[in-house]
Nanobody, 126 residues
Framework: QVQLAESGGGLVQAGGSLRLSCAAS????????MGWFRQAPGKERQFVGA????????YYADAVKGRFTISRDGAKNTVYLQMNSLKPEDTAVYYC???????????????????WGQGTQVTVSS
């Protein structure tokens, strides 16, 4: 089992920045693809981005490409989502998730992820 805990959400004005953290505990000896997803009220969960097991590769949804950056610190078992140039449409609950068997081709598919955090609210005001 892996437990994931997000933090860093909050209220920010459009154009501002936030950095979300996702701390993993439990079976961190295994290697996971780590993903970030978000869900706005009344909308389906949306893939934001993911980072490979080594941290050497990252992948982003078109909506956030160029504004968001994912990184991971293996020593701290923590994954980060740096969000810049935030827009009101970025308002959502953000979730991190861990996928044991994901490959590059499927890492945007939330159903494949094995573990999820509880989410953190990000609100961007206009």
């Amino acid at each position: 089992q892996v437990q994931l805990a997000e933090s860093g959400g909050g209220l920010v004005q459009a154009g501002g920045s936030l950095r979300l953290s996702c701390a993993a505990s439990g079976r961190t000896d295994r290697s996971y693809v780590m993903g970030w997803f978000r869900q706005a009220p009344g909308k389906e969960r949306q893939f934001v981005g993911a980072i490979s097991r080594s941290g050497g590769s990252t992948y982003y949804a078109d909506a956030v490409k160029g504004r968001f950056t994912i990184s991971r610190d293996g020593a701290k078992n923590t994954v980060y989502l740096q969000m810049n140039s935030l827009k009101p449409e970025d308002t959502a609950v953000y979730y991190c998730a861990a996928c044991l068997k994901c490959t590059t081709l499927v890492m945007s598919r939330g159903l494949l992820y094995d573990y999820w955090g509880q989410g953190t609210q990000v609100t961007v005001s206009s």
